[in-house]
Each structure stands twice: as structure tokens, then as C-alpha cells.
């Protein structure tokens, strides 16, 4: 009986500390329910503009960074407040949210969706509910939506293609380590490589879907090393992006014949600590960013809620990183 | 001392009321107020709503899952089988362009004999329901991949599909309000399982039945009782319901993805059978459990999502609930 009490006690604990954790969200919104805020913030010195933003999936890093991004870019407006949310990966999920949002009378919402297809509504309703709604990396179906906000990927590739047949001098036998190959940006990144390497006498020998995992690269590069032995087999390797690209490093120097430093790695993405730290410690050669957008879906949220007009569809251009340059924080293209 | 432990017995038979409480109190004072009108966005009835038509795919399935936990067995392939089903009737209603009611009845018969195929492979061939059911859980996902090539079903996907474009009616008018104080048809689905599920259980001898083998399988099987048989049902049962929230699902998200639907909801299904106070050990628990364990899932997770908390607290918030019900429970066997 005596557990029954103790029981008991961790139980109010548990509620208590859910209470707390919420208690605590609370503070920053200034007041609780008993000090209801007719007008709600808008109103209070000036003006002051919140705004939510649903991420679908806070598990990858290229996502983290873009909420980063979001968050550096934002801190430099007082005025504006952020809520951010995550979906985990659940289409479901970030329907809700958007919803939550409209609830909750955010004055602006930034969404990067998981899903095209069944975001399309959620984020029509906001707009129709007089919530400007900045859509970010993937789009929605239809137009109803504010402002999108995205890299290209098809001249992404097409750079890397561009700089794999500079740096090769126009020659060479290369590796390619595909991301997800039912994925559009797999798709878009192979297609644009392929157009920046057109008429050169470079020649894709071993090309393999590795799902953008580290782990999958690692064993399909191994497999290529053992298929082509001598070392001008391997020029170079193109990947998808960065961590597939070290992961053919990996294997490469796991081979235990130092041909990891004669083949050039080359990938995309470009996180702080996955690609351009890489490339600074000189195991890459090169790598292209996709620009997550953080910074200018503030930039245009802020024109949006000072009553401006903004473009409909922004696509973002994308930067090199190779090792004269990264400590300048790359080059634009 | 007698009235002592009658008084602890009935606020611990009560509990999940207790906890409904108290969850639902957190929620009036923590949800935050909305920045436009001043109001919590807890205490109205359009939030309610969204509650009930958001958590209603778990509680369609924890109402299947509380019928086979009552008998001591368990169903771990639940998420798939949502899977399997809302790929099929994506599948049917897209691809094939059939009429909903037809769809329905497809993809619930499927999802039937998916249950069914666990439930004899569990009583005629005295599996494991863990086992089994793992087996059951990757042949569903297995299955949801092969019928649709892996990919997404959605309109346009391929040349072939009946709808190229726009969303399938009964998609739109699964997830419309009705007229009956706004709520969704996947909302009333969801009622209705609990209600059906509760007379079963209450009312008829195959709900006495289950509690009965769950309580001692053996002592059923001596006074009579064809446990075998009884076994199947649930077990069938159990994988209707799921092939509902199938239906559900698709509706919901507009597509059948037969890689994640319904990924890792076993597991939620299975919190809120077992924090509303059904025992894993069969024989004790109800229907109407189930359903406020599920409505506690549903609120605490609506009360740090609205609040805006990170993925990080809330897991260990919902870690902490399950494992502080399942001691309470405990503490009552003794």
C-alpha cells in the first residue's frame, strides 16, 4: 500500500514537472491566461511581430542549420518573437502545427514542409485566415502560399560539374555516390552534373544510390576501390552530398594504399561542421552549398509584416568552399 | 484500515479519471492565450476538436489493441498494417479510381485477414503474440511497399492512375466538419470504435471470454471456453481497426505512404491502452480506459506542442507518463 502512495507522489511529480517544463515556455510570452492580452502583442511597444515556424524534421543537421539561421537572423530584430516547432519527421504532425499557429494568431509563419501534397491545405487555410505564410526548401502544390523560398538544385550540379572539369583538367574517370535516387534533389543534382560536364572527356565509372547515408557511401566506395585497383582508376568523386563524400574518404584511407589523397572528393551542402570543416582540414577538395534560407525568410518575413510586397518564388544561388577560400566563408556563384 | 484501503482501491480504480483531470486542468492553465483574441487556445471548442480528429488514428487503434492486451497478448504489427491499409486504399481510390464504400470494405477486409493471420499463427500454432506479431509487423510494411512499387500514392504518381489531379472526394469529406457540432468523420470513427468496442467487451460473452483467458488461460480453457477461437477474433478485430485508421490516415495526409504511415504507432497505441490502466498481463481493464488514456496522450502532447517545447523534454515527459502508469498499475496487483 505503502507503493501505492509512492506511486502516487511520483505520479503528481510527473504532472508537476510537465507543468513546469510548459511553466516555463510560459515566462517568455510574458503572461499566463489570467492576464489575457486583448490585441495581443502587436499592440504592446510599437510594433512587435510573432512568428512561427514548423520544421518537418529536426534529426538532420542540414535542418538544424536552417533553423539556426532562422534564429541568428531574427535575434538582429528586437521586435520580432520566434516559436519554433519541430514535426519530427510526421507529415501529421506538421498539419497540426500550422494549425496551432493559426490558433495561437502568430502574425506570420515560415514553413519548411515535409511533405508537398498534404501541407497544401494546412497552408492555404492559414493564408486564408489572413496569416502570410513564407514556404521554405520544399514547396506546396497551387499558389496559395506568400512567398517560397529555395536553392536550385539542377545549377548546383551543374557548378560541381563545372568545377569537376576544371579541376581535372577536362580528363579524368570519376565516381559518383548518389543520394536518394527517388528523392527530387538526387534527381536535380545528378541531371545538373551531368549538363556541367557535357562535352568534357570525364567519364563516370561506378555510379551507386547511397541514400545521402555516410555508412552506404563508405561501403559502396569500398566496393569501387576493389573494382578498379591501379591508381589512375579513381580521379575523383563526385557525392551528393558532404557526409557521402567523406564517407568515400573514409574508405578510401581505410584501403590502406593512400589513394584517398589523390582522388578529390567533392560534395554539397556545405554545414559548418560537416563540409566546409572538411574542406578546411583538406579532406575534400571542394563543396557546394545549398543554401538552407534561414536568413532570408527573415528578410522577407520583416517586409511582409511591415505591409510590403515580396517576389513570389526566390531561388537561391549557391557558394564554393575549397581551402583558399573557406576561411573567407567561400565564394558566390 | 478496511475503509483505508477501500478508499485507496476506489481513487486507484478511478485514477484514469483522476489523471483526465488533472491533465485537462494543466491544459486550461498552461496552454498559451492566443495573440489575436486574448483567449486560451486550450478551453475552446475548435481546439477540442482538432484534439479529438488529431489522436483519433491512436485511439482507433489502442481501442483494437485493448481487446488483445485484455486477453494477455499484444499486437505489435498495428502501425504497419495502418500502413499496408492506407496504401491500399490510396491505391484503390487513386490509382484504380474505385468508389469509396468499395475502397473501405477492401481495405478493411485486408487488414482483417492480417489481423486473422496473426491470430492463428498464435493460437493454433501457440506463438508468441510478440513474436508472431513481429513477423506480422514487417510482412504488412513488406506488403504496403510491394502493392504500390515503393513509392508514394498520390495523384499523378504514374501515367496509369485513375486521378491525376486533386485531392479523391471522400479524402475532403473524411477530414470536413459534419453538422453534429462540427465534428470529423475521422473523429466519429474513432467514437464509434470505443462504443462498439465497449459493448463487445461489456455486454457479450466473447468480451467475457476475453477477460476470462487473459485472467488464466488455462482455467478458461477447462470451464469450456474455445480460447483458440476467441484468440482469432481479437486478434481480427484488432487489425479492423487498424485498417480503419488506415483509411484514416490516407484521408489525413492526402497520400499513401506506405514507408512511414503508421510508423512506431504500435507504440503510442500501446501507451494509451496501458496509461488509461489495462494491464499487460490481461484480464483487467476496459474500453473506457483506453479512451481516456488516449485523450491524456492527446492533451499532454496538444499542451507541449502548443506550448512550442522541444522534441528532447517532451520524450522524456511521455517516457516518465508511461512508466509511472504502468507502477501505479503494478502496485495495485499486490
Same mark, same amino acid.
Given at each position: 500500500m505503502r507503493?501505492?502512495?509512492?506511486?502516487?507522489?511520483?505520479?503528481?511529480?510527473s504532472v508537476l514537472s510537465v507543468l513546469l517544463v510548459a511553466g516555463c515556455g510560459q515566462k517568455q510570452q510574458a503572461s499566463g491566461p489570467s492576464l489575457p492580452?486583448?490585441?495581443?502583442?502587436?499592440?504592446?511597444?510599437?510594433?512587435?511581430?510573432?512568428?512561427?515556424?514548423?520544421?518537418?524534421?529536426?534529426?538532420?543537421?542540414?535542418?538544424?542549420?536552417?533553423?539556426?539561421?532562422?534564429?541568428?537572423?531574427?535575434?538582429?530584430?528586437?521586435?520580432?518573437?520566434?516559436?519554433?516547432?519541430?514535426?519530427?519527421?510526421?507529415?501529421?504532425?506538421?498539419?497540426?502545427?500550422?494549425?496551432?499557429?493559426?490558433?495561437?494568431?502568430?502574425?506570420?509563419?515560415?514553413?519548411?514542409?515535409?511533405?508537398?501534397?498534404?501541407?497544401?491545405?494546412?497552408?492555404?487555410?492559414?493564408?486564408?485566415?489572413?496569416?502570410?505564410v513564407?514556404?521554405?526548401?520544399?514547396?506546396?502544390? *497551387?499558389?496559395?502560399?506568400?512567398?517560397?523560398? %529555395?536553392?536550385?538544385? @539542377? #545549377?548546383? $550540379?551543374?557548378?560541381?560539374?563545372? /568545377?569537376?572539369?576544371?579541376?581535372?583538367?577536362?580528363?579524368?574517370?570519376?565516381?559518383?555516390l548518389k543520394g536518394l535516387m527517388t528523392s527530387t534533389p538526387a534527381v536535380?543534382?545528378?541531371?545538373?552534373?551531368?549538363?556541367?560536364?557535357?562535352?568534357?572527356?570525364?567519364?563516370?565509372v561506378f555510379a551507386v544510390d547511397c541514400h545521402w547515408l555516410e555508412p552506404d557511401a563508405q561501403k559502396e566506395m569500398a566496393s569501387a576501390l576493389s573494382r578498379f585497383t591501379e591508381p589512375g582508376d579513381i580521379d575523383a568523386v563526385y557525392a551528393h552530398n558532404d557526409p557521402s563524400a567523406h564517407g568515400a574518404y573514409i574508405a578510401a584511407k581505410n584501403e590502406g594504399k593512400g589513394r584517398e589523397k589523390k582522388i578529390k572528393f567533392? *560534395?554539397?551542402?556545405?554545414?559548418?561542421?560537416? %563540409?566546409?570543416?572538411? @574542406? #578546411?582540414? $583538406?579532406?575534400?577538395?571542394?563543396? /557546394?552549398?545549398?543554401?538552407?534560407?534561414?536568413?532570408?525568410?527573415?528578410?522577407?518575413?520583416?517586409?511582409?509584416?511591415?505591409?510590403?510586397?515580396?517576389?513570389?518564388?526566390?531561388?537561391?544561388?549557391?557558394?564554393?568552399?575549397?581551402?583558399?577560400?573557406?576561411?573567407?566563408?567561400?565564394?558566390?556563384? | 484500515m478496511a475503509r483505508l484501503r477501500r478508499a485507496i482501491d476506489f481513487a486507484g480504480r478511478f485514477r484514469g479519471i483522476l489523471a483526465f483531470v488533472v491533465v485537462f486542468l494543466l491544459g486550461i492553465f498552461f496552454a498559451p492565450v492566443s495573440y489575436?483574441?486574448?483567449?486560451?487556445?486550450?478551453?475552446?471548442?475548435?481546439?477540442?476538436?482538432?484534439?479529438?480528429?488529431?489522436?483519433?488514428?491512436?485511439?482507433?487503434?489502442?481501442a483494437g489493441m485493448t481487446l488483445v492486451i485484455i486477453a494477455a497478448g499484444i499486437d505489435l504489427s498495428v502501425g504497419s498494417v495502418l500502413g499496408f491499409a492506407a496504401t491500399l486504399f490510396s491505391l484503390l481510390v487513386i490509382a484504380l479510381g474505385w468508389s469509396a464504400p468499395a475502397a473501405v470494405v477492401a481495405t478493411v477486409l485486408a487488414a482483417a485477414l492480417m489481423g486473422?493471420?496473426?491470430?492463428?499463427?498464435?493460437?493454433?500454432?501457440?506463438?508468441?503474440?510478440?513474436?508472431?506479431?513481429?513477423?506480422?509487423?514487417?510482412?504488412a510494411r513488406g506488403a504496403a511497399k510491394w502493392i504500390s512499387g515503393g513509392i508514394k500514392v498520390q495523384p499523378g504518381a504514374r501515367e496509369w492512375y485513375a486521378v491525376q489531379s486533386g485531392n479523391p472526394a471522400v479524402f475532403d469529406w473524411m477530414t470536413g466538419s459534419t453538422r453534429l457540432l462540427g465534428l470529423r468523420p475521422i473523429t466519429m470513427v474513432f467514437l464509434v470504435c470505443i462504443v462498439v468496442l465497449w459493448v463487445l467487451l461489456r455486454f457479450t460473452k466473447f468480451g467475457r471470454h476475453l477477460y476470462a483467458i487473459g485472467g488464466n488461460e488455462e482455467a478458461a480453457r477447462l470451464s469450456g471456453i474455445r480460447v483458440g477461437a476467441v484468440k482469432i477474433a481479437a486478434y481480427t478485430l484488432c487489425g479492423i481497426t487498424a485498417g480503419l485508421a488506415g483509411v484514416c490516415n490516407a484521408s489525413r495526409v492526402t497520400l499513401g505512404d506506405p514507408g512511414e504511415a503508421g510508423l512506431t504507432y504500435e507504440l503510442d497505441a500501446?501507451?494509451?491502452?496501458?496509461?488509461?490502466?489495462t494491464s499487460l498481463m490481461g484480464g483487467k481493464g476496459g474500453m473506457f480506459f483506453t479512451f481516456l488514456g488516449t485523450l491524456i496522450i492527446a492533451y499532454i502532447s496538444k499542451i507541449l506542442s502548443l506550448q512550442g517545447i522541444e522534441e528532447a523534454p517532451r520524450l522524456m515527459i511521455r517516457g516518465a507518463l508511461i512508466v509511472i502508469a504502468v507502477l501505479i498499475q503494478q502496485s495495485r496487483k499486490e
Open positions: 507503493i501505492i502512495r509512492i506511486a502516487s507522489v511520483l505520479f503528481v511529480l492580452r486583448p490585441g495581443g502583442p502587436t499592440t504592446l511597444g510599437g510594433k512587435q511581430f510573432v512568428i512561427g515556424m514548423s520544421q518537418c524534421n529536426l534529426g538532420e543537421p542540414w535542418r538544424v542549420q536552417m533553423n539556426a539561421d532562422v534564429k541568428a537572423a531574427a535575434a538582429k530584430h528586437p521586435q520580432i518573437k520566434m516559436i519554433f516547432k519541430d514535426a519530427q519527421n510526421k507529415t501529421t504532425v506538421q498539419q497540426d502545427q500550422v494549425k496551432e499557429f493559426v490558433n495561437l494568431g502568430v502574425d506570420l509563419i515560415i514553413i519548411s514542409p515535409k511533405e508537398a501534397r498534404p501541407l497544401t491545405r494546412p497552408v492555404a487555410d492559414a493564408v486564408a485566415a489572413g496569416i502570410p513564407i514556404v521554405l526548401d520544399r514547396k506546396v502544390e *497551387g499558389d496559395k502560399y506568400t512567398c517560397f523560398i %529555395g536553392g536550385d538544385n @539542377v #545549377k548546383i $550540379g551543374e557548378e560541381a560539374g563545372k /568545377f569537376m572539369v576544371k579541376l581535372l583538367g577536362g580528363r579524368g574517370k570519376i565516381v559518383e536535380e543534382r545528378h541531371d545538373g552534373f551531368m549538363k556541367g560536364i557535357e562535352g568534357s572527356q570525364i567519364k563516370i567533392i *560534395g554539397i551542402d556545405s554545414l559548418p561542421h560537416e %563540409g566546409v570543416r572538411y @574542406v #578546411k582540414e $583538406g579532406l575534400m577538395t571542394a563543396t /557546394f552549398q545549398y543554401p538552407t534560407g534561414g536568413a532570408e525568410a527573415i528578410e522577407n518575413a520583416l517586409i511582409i509584416l511591415k505591409g510590403g510586397s515580396v517576389m513570389k518564388n526566390i531561388v537561391l544561388g549557391t557558394r564554393v568552399f575549397t581551402r583558399e577560400n573557406a576561411a573567407k566563408g567561400g565564394e558566390a556563384l | 489575436k483574441t486574448g483567449h486560451s487556445t486550450f478551453l475552446n471548442w475548435s481546439t477540442q476538436n482538432d484534439i479529438l480528429f488529431e489522436y483519433a488514428e491512436y485511439g482507433i487503434l489502442a486473422a493471420t496473426s491470430g492463428v499463427i498464435i493460437a493454433r500454432f501457440r506463438m508468441q503474440p510478440f513474436v508472431a506479431t513481429l513477423g506480422m509487423m514487417l510482412i500501446i501507451a494509451a491502452v496501458v496509461i488509461g490502466g
